[in-house]
C-alpha cells in the first residue's frame, strides 16, 4: 500500500471514531499540542491514560466487591476517570462515567457494578480503536510518509 | 516587548494526577513557559521556600539547612496554577496559604478544577486566585495567563533591585490588584 492510500485509511479511521463518538473535540486539542520536538504526545498521553485508567477500574472492582462498599471512594475512583478520559477526548468513558457517579450518590451496589461493566466496555473499545489509529500512524511514518492533520468543523 | 533581557516566565504547576500534570506542562511549554511540576501542595510550598511550622523552624534551625532556604529564595516563580481536588492539602488551601505569607502573597495564583461548583469557583477568586480554569485546560485558557504574568513582571522592574521577600512597599500593587479584580469581576 503506498503512502497516499494510507493517510487516507488514516483519515477515514480517524473520522469514523468521531463520528462513532468515541473521540471528542478534545482529542484534536491534544494533537495540537503535538509537534516536531515533541512528536511523541499524544501516544504518551495516551498511554497515560491507560495506565491510569486500568488502575482506577481495578481499584473499582475492588471497592465494590466489598461487603460494605463505600461509596465516597468509589465515587472519588470515578470522579478521576471521568477527568481524564475528558481530557482525553474519550467522550463515550466519560458519558459512561457520569451515569456511574448518579448511581454512587444513589447508593445503588447493583447499578453501579453495571456501570462498571460499562465503563471497562467503553474503555476497552477506545483503547482498542486508539491503538489501530497508531498503528496505522507508525505505517505511515514508517513508510516515509507524515502524519495528516485531521480538521474537523464539528 | 521592551529592552530589559527576556527571561521567560516561571510557572509553578500542582496536580496530584500524573496524567494532569504532563497536559498542563504540555499546555504551559508549548505557550513557552519555563515549567515546573510538583504533584502536592506541601511540595508547592517546599519547592516556593515556605515551610509549613514556620515556628518549629525557629526552634530547630538545624532541621533545615540554610543553603537550601537561601537556594529557594533564588527561585523565582511567576504564577502558580494548582489543581483543586488534591488530598492533603486542597487546591484551595494552598491558595490560602501563599496569600498569607508575606514572602508569597503577590504571586498570581490559578486553579483548576474538572467540576463546575459556583460557590467553589467564588471563593476561590475572593480569596485572591486571579481565575479558575475549568478543566479539561485549553490552549485559550494558557493563554489568558500573560496579563496576570505581566503585571508581576512590571512591578519587578518599578520596584528594581529588590527582590519580594522582606518587602513591605506593595500598597500601591494591592490597589492595582484589587482593581483588577473588580474589572474582572465587571466583565463577568
Known amino acids: ?154 | 516587548m521592551g529592552t530589559v533581557a527576556e527571561t521567560p516566565f516561571h510557572v509553578l504547576a500542582v496536580d496530584d494526577s500524573q496524567f494532569d500534570r504532563k497536559l498542563i506542562e504540555r499546555l504551559l511549554k508549548i505557550s513557552s513557559y519555563q515549567v515546573t511540576v510538583v504533584d502536592s501542595g506541601s511540595k508547592a510550598l517546599e519547592f516556593l521556600g515556605l515551610y509549613e511550622e514556620d515556628e518549629q523552624r525557629n526552634l530547630n534551625p538545624a532541621s533545615v539547612s540554610p543553603d537550601e532556604h537561601i537556594h529557594r529564595q533564588d527561585v523565582e516563580v511567576n504564577l502558580i496554577i494548582t489543581d483543586y481536588c488534591m488530598p492533603g492539602m486542597t487546591g484551595y488551601d494552598l491558595l490560602r496559604k501563599i496569600k498569607e505569607s508575606e514572602s508569597l502573597k503577590d504571586i498570581p495564583v490559578v486553579i483548576m478544577s474538572s467540576e463546575n461548583v459556583p460557590s467553589r469557583i467564588n471563593r476561590c477568586l475572593e480569596d485572591g486566585a486571579e481565575d479558575f480554569f475549568l478543566k479539561p485546560v485549553q490552549l485559550s485558557d494558557v493563554k489568558k495567563l500573560k496579563p496576570h504574568l505581566l503585571k508581576g513582571r512590571s512591578k519587578e522592574t518599578e520596584f528594581n533591585g529588590n527582590k519580594r521577600k522582606g518587602i513591605e512597599n506593595f500598597d500601591s500593587s494591592h490597589d492595582r490588584t484589587r482593581y483588577r479584580y473588580n474589572a474582572i469581576d465587571t466583565d463577568l
Do not use: W
Open chain 1, 1 to 154: 500500500m503506498e503512502v497516499g492510500q494510507m493517510q487516507r485509511r488514516l483519515v477515514d479511521y480517524t473520522k469514523s471514531l468521531f463520528m462513532e463518538g468515541f473521540l471528542d473535540s478534545q482529542f484534536l486539542q491534544l494533537q495540537q499540542l503535538q509537534d516536531e520536538n515533541n512528536p511523541d504526545f499524544v501516544v504518551e498521553v495516551v498511554s497515560l491514560f491507560f495506565e491510569d485508567s486500568e488502575k482506577l477500574l481495578n481499584e473499582l472492582t475492588r471497592a465494590l466487591d466489598q461487603t460494605n462498599v463505600e461509596f465516597k471512594k468509589v465515587d472519588a475512583h470515578v470522579h478521576q476517570l471521568k477527568g481524564s478520559s475528558s481530557s482525553i477526548g474519550a467522550q463515550r468513558v466519560k458519558n459512561a462515567c457520569i451515569a456511574f457517579r448518579n448511581f454512587c450518590e444513589e447508593q445503588n451496589t447493583e447499578a453501579c457494578m453495571r456501570c462498571l461493566q460499562q465503563v471497562k466496555q467503553e474503555y476497552y473499545l477506545v483503547k482498542n480503536k486508539l491503538e489501530t489509529m497508531f498503528r496505522l500512524e507508525q505505517q505511515i511514518v514508517a513508510a516515509g510518509g507524515s502524519i495528516p492533520i485531521i480538521e474537523m468543523s464539528s
